[in-house]
Every structure is written in structure tokens, then in C-alpha cells.
């Protein structure tokens, strides 16, 4: 796994550390109902599909797909193979949804399970699909907002194996030829994981464009010109192409790695590491509340000329020559660059002493993601942490009721309080080495949605950092940072902007929760707990659904709230 080399910076103008809570309004939402003529296609998953990996990528699909160039409309295939269209023109007097395609799906020649049948708007013009059984087909629409009554016109058409869902495309022009990359992802068998679920994620990355047709040689037509195929143990949480193709981003619990390229393995030499003595571990290093030491095992005969070292306030990198960094990456917390130093010991160490921003808190690692050193814990420390556990050896599951802080009680978190074990990765590949260019170590910054904000560029995605949700746009032009930070949801790190909030128990009627971020009010309020004057308040709506049904796709843009049943299509309208 290629180890963690920048960060995401927050932007901290952005945050606002004295929002206080959303108040609940009374406020009604417009909500209008559309009955459809057939059922969404909602393909169930199978008894052989049990695993955590299939729950994700299949079970809790997107099934409605919103157009980024025409956001008034959105689209869904039914249970009759049609790909219908919705577009809003007037919320009052919505129509019944239109039909822009009609498919053939074959689920008896699927080499595996079908799953259910995914669209990926790719240009203004241009849409991908997938039947669900593993055929592929690109669609030209016309101008969706001006033709949206132009049926879509099928242009290309293979079966590429397996089935699979498209979670991205994009189209563009490359040497004056128009090409579309789509990114498809499949749940395998694997043989070689018997430890495991015996399954193993694949994300398939494939180039097609218009070449001299084999047979008709006077004659271009749209065909797949290259296939590179990435392995993994876990869904993504997001992963698009860059514009032009130049490379691709993928953010996963586990590691991504590309495997082959047109059906031929990539024989990947062993990474040089930096050779170092007896190299398990690398580094030790211990901390007080004030500082963390961090000593650095090197070469022998390494002098002060030689070291490469560099540290701001949330990275640090520690090198030798031009062997690749000993120590590379986003730090667990904040510390002051000016405040800290290294020096070299006996020949053999680097000593580097770390000054924490903010005392108190104990660091968990020093470098997100890097497993390579060693923690030395002080006999004050080794014995505070005793008497933290110490209710674990006792014969009372509480011995000591009565203390300010008493243990704590797991049956208390939330499911979004729960950390995996593995610590997830942000990576962007080059399009043309295939090797991670960019990694970042997300720690506990939790997974939320993506969203298209601008269709020129890629989705942006949403962490929980802390409490709050912010919202990173990858800018893959850009040298350095190339993910920036664009907004900020204030306190909603438990939740998704504008989510769908499902009821426990399948009878209730759906809810949806809407949370708006602070606005200036007209009349004069108070805090009454500290006697100032509020000037902007954060309100959360609550709109209801008249359906029973699971929701099975969902969309929101800045006017309106899109919410998919298996039965019916609902607008509601947040802003006139």
C-alpha cells in the first residue's frame, strides 16, 4: 500500500465554531406525487450475494439519477426495460414521466447474478447504460433540456463479461477522436481469499471511441479501445475518472490497486525500500502532553547534508538523499513548525521533537496510516492507563458509579460513531503509469454522499470531520491540493445534508428531514442562556411522504427534492 504523502487542508474561514443547534420549523414543504405506470426495476439481492460488499454497491443503490446539465429532470428504468425521464416544469402540474429508451435484457445469458440496471449521464449529449447482465451501451441524446422528447439513440453495445453497475463516465476529445471513459465495478468470487468473504472488488476502467469498423473497413463505428482493471477489498466510497482521462480517484476502506490492462497482468516490481538496518520498526517515538519525540532510525554514515526534512503544521516528511521518504505524511494532529526541532544522535537516529498545537490530547500514531514505529510509553502513563481499564478486571461491571466519567457505554454510540478497523484512503492514479500519484489518509473522516456541482468537473464528495460535514471538490490541475475544500455543513457530521431519514418499521410513512444552513432573521432574538442578540438561525423541516414503500432512490438539487418509491416519484420544493 503506498503510504499517505499530502493532506486535505481545511479551509477554517469556512467552519464557524459558534453555531449552536437546528431549530425545528413548522414551515410546510410542497410535496407532489407522481403515480407511475409500471414499478421500478428493483432487482433483490440473492442468497449467494450475503456479504457486506454486495449490501453496499447493489443493495443500496441510487436507482433515480439526476441530469447535471439539466437539473429539472431525472431518470429511472422501470420493470418494463424503459429508461423514463421526468422533467419539472411546473411543480403544480407535473406529467407522467416519459419514455427515452426501451432495452432487451437476456438474464439467461448472464455469466453471473443479475443485478439491477444502472445509467450514468456521461455528457450533455451522451448517456451510458448498463441491462444489469453485462451488456454495455452508449446513447446519444440530443440536447436532453432542449429535445427532451427526442428518443436516445443506441450507438454501441458489448457485452463485457460479468455484470456490473457503472458508477461513472465522462466523455471528451482526445487527438480530435470523441472518446467516453466509464467506470464499472463488480462484486467477484475470489478462490485466493479463503481467510475472507470470498469475494473481492473489481472497478473496471474502459476506454471506447469511434475506430475503422474490422469488417466495414470504410466505415467508423464506436468500439472499446482499452480495458485497465483495478482489484480491492472493499467497495469504494467514491471513485471518477478526471476530465480528459488523465487519471482516476478512488476513496475505499481498502486499498486499490490497477491488476491488468486488455486482459494482460501487470508485473509490478517490488517498491526499493529505503534499506535500514533491521528495519521493524523504523521509528520509535513517545509524548507528553506538551510534545511528541520522534527517533528515526538511520544508514549508517548518514550526515546532517543528507537529510530531507521538511514540516508544516499537519504534514511532515523525513527523508535520506534521494531514497524514497523514511516518513511521509498528514500528522495526527496540529503542531507548530517553529516550535519544533531535529537533531542527529550517536550517528544512527534522528531525533525530532514535535510541539503539539493544542496540550492535552494523546496522539493515537504520529503519521495517519503509518504503521511502521513504535510507541514507548512512560511508567506514568502505562500506569494512568491501568486505572482507565480497571474496570474491566473488576467483578462489577461499574465498580465505581459514582465517578465523573464512568465507562462507557457502547449500546449508547451510533452506528456513525462506529470506526472501521482499517483506516480508509483517499488515492489519485495517473492515467498513463497506473501508479498513485496523491494518497491521504482518511482516518476517522467518515464517508457521507458525493454530488455533481459542476458538471465540468468531478463529483465533490462529503467527510464528517468532527461534527460538522465538509465538502471537498477535486481540482486533479492543480500541483499541489487538489482537493479543496468548497463548503461546510454545519453539525451535521451524523448526517447527511438534506437525507432521507428511513423509519424503522417498513409500515410507518417515509419522512424526510431537511436541514438548512444559518440564514439572517427579521425579528429580534435573544439567547436566553447567554444574553446575546442572534442575528442568523439554522432551521430543520421535517416533510412527510404519503407512501409505505421503501425509498429506493434519492436526489437533491437547490430547488427541489427528488425521492424515488418503487411505486411513485416525489417532488418536493425546498426554494422558490
Known sequence: MALPNCSLKVNREMLDPGFESYRLSLDSI?????????????VKLKDSQYTLDHVRAFGMYNYLHIDPWYEDSVYFVDSKDRVLNLTVTLDTALGKPCEMFRFESDPSSCEGEQLCASLSLTSATWATLSDGTGKLTLLRTSKRGESSHIKWEPMFSERLGEPFIIVHSLAHV???????????LRVQKDPSDTKGSGFSISLEWITVDKQVDRIEKNIKKYGVRKRRMMKGKSVPHYTAVEPR?????????KPFAFTEVDGLPLEEPPAEDMEVENSDPIYFWQQTEEDVTVCVRLPE??????????????????????????????????????????????????????????????WSEVVLGDRRGEYLMSDEQKSQLQQRLSYLTAE???????????????????????????????????????????VVSLGSHQFLFSVHIDPSEMPAFC??????????????????????????FNALGKATCMQIMLSASKRDK????IYRQPTPVDTVLFNRRQGRQVGQVAKQQVANLDTNDPVLGFRATNERLFVLTANNLFVLKVNN
Open 30 to 42: 410542497p410535496t407532489y406525487n407522481v403515480e407511475l405506470d409500471a414499478a421500478v426495476a428493483e
Open 174 to 184: 482526445l487527438s480530435h477522436v470523441y472518446t467516453i471513459e466509464v467506470l464499472l
Open 245 to 253: 482521462g488523465k487519471g482516476i480517484i478512488v476513496a475505499s476502506e
Open 301 to 362: 554514515g548518514t550526515t546532517k547534508d543528507d537529510i530531507r526534512f521538511k514540516l508544516t503544521v499537519d504534514c511532515l516528511r523525513v527523508g535520506v538523499g534521494d531514497h524514497a521518504p523514511l516518513l511521509n505524511g498528514q500528522l495526527f494532529a496540529p503542531v507548530d513548525p517553529e516550535a519544533s526541532t531535529w537533531t542527529i544522535k550517536d550517528d544512527k537516529s534522528l531525533e525530532i521533537s514535535l510541539q503539539k498545537r493544542s496540550e492535552g490530547p494523546l
Open 396 to 438: 462489577d461491571l461499574n465498580p465505581n458509579p459514582e465517578k465523573d466519567k464512568p465507562p462507557c457505554n457502547a449500546q449508547e454510540m451510533e452506528d456513525c460513531d462506529m470506526f472501521p478497523e482499517d483506516s480508509s484512503t483517499l488515492m489519485r492514479f495517473d492515467g498513463a503509469t497506473l501508479k498513485p500519484t496523491h
Open 463 to 488: 467527510l464528517r470531520h468532527d461534527v460538522d460535514a465538509l465538502l471537498w471538490q477535486p481540482r486533479p490541475n492543480q500541483d499541489n491540493d487538489i482537493w479543496e475544500h468548497i463548503s461546510t
Open 510 to 513: 417515509k419522512r424526510v428531514f
